[in-house]
């Protein structure tokens, strides 16, 4: 009796890891730039299912607090990240990588210059249109945005605020030929805005602006497993998951 009782408790030792799964709460500009790649890889390699939870800039900070079930992972932007580890809401955090917004243009249109803050300034006020994201939306590169267009050397520009971002609206016919868009890049790309392959991105904005978000992660306090929760952020920046963040995006520090 004795083998086939540690047989069937190393049965139920084995199902209870398979059954093991984490919850990853996170804004979409994290959620679309490489996290579901970095989760599968992770169930792939560790058999513990990763449950994906996207909330909005606007009510993502009080989902953290209070939505049940409760997450395992928090990714955020720095700032907000810092709000949650002044709260108790999380105990600690890793620095993830960067997103930065770009200037997106129709696929047809030539790629311009905007290596110089003057040089974006004189291709923006050429535009017919600048897409942004809604402000209302809560969104935070949508407000960063919105002020950017807003400083008195950007008068002229015709900003045109949009449901969603901006590179999807140029894509589904929004604005006409001349038209460009401000959004967050989600492909691969240089800082010195050389060709990506993408016939819609034209690049980074110059750094001296700022538009970029930095992004951490941490194990939530409600957090009922936080075991795997810290080894799925381990494993997320990881070497091995470099170019998966990259690929969409996102520069790993």
């Known amino acids: 009796m004795r083998p086939v009782l540690l047989a069937a408790a190393l049965c139920l030792a084995v199902t209870a890891v398979q059954a093991a799964e984490i919850r990853v ?18 169930e792939t390699k560790t058999g513990v299912k990763v449950t994906i939870q996207v909330s909005g800039m606007g009510t993502i900070m009080n989902d953290i607090r209070t939505k049940a079930p409760a997450a395992d992972v928090v990714m955020l932007p720095m700032d907000l990240m810092g709000t949650m ?9 890793t620095p993830l990588g960067r997103a930065e917004i770009g200037l997106f243009k129709k696929a047809d249109a030539p790629r311009p210059d905007i290596t110089t803050v003057p040089a974006l300034i004189a291709v923006l006020k050429g535009a017919s249109s600048v897409l942004y994201s809604d ?16 400083r008195p ?9 949009v449901k969603g971002d901006a590179e999807p609206a140029l894509k589904r016919g929004e604005g006409d030929a001349n038209a ?20 819609w991105l034209v690049g980074e904005l110059p750094a ?16 009922p497993d936080k075991t795997n929760a810290a080894a799925f952020i381990q494993f997320a920046i990881s070497p091995q998951m470099r170019n998966v963040w990259k690929a969409k995006g996102i520069a790993r520090y």
């Open 25 to 42: 709460i996170s804004p979409g500009v994290i959620s679309n730039s490489g996290l579901p790649k970095v989760a599968a890889a992770f």
């Open 135 to 150: 402000p209302v939306s809560g969104s935070m590169q949508a407000g960063m945005s919105d002020r950017l267009l807003k």
């Open 85 to 93: 580890i002044l709260s108790g809401a999380v105990n600690d955090f």
């Open 180 to 199: 460009l868009g401000l959004g967050l890049i989600h492909v691969a790309h240089n800082p010195t805005n050389t060709e990506t392959g993408s016939p």
């Open 153 to 161: 050397e950007f008068a002229g520009v015709k900003g045109v605020p």
């Open 208 to 223: 001296e602006l700022g538009m970029h978000m930095d992004m951490a992660t941490g194990v939530s306090t409600r957090s």
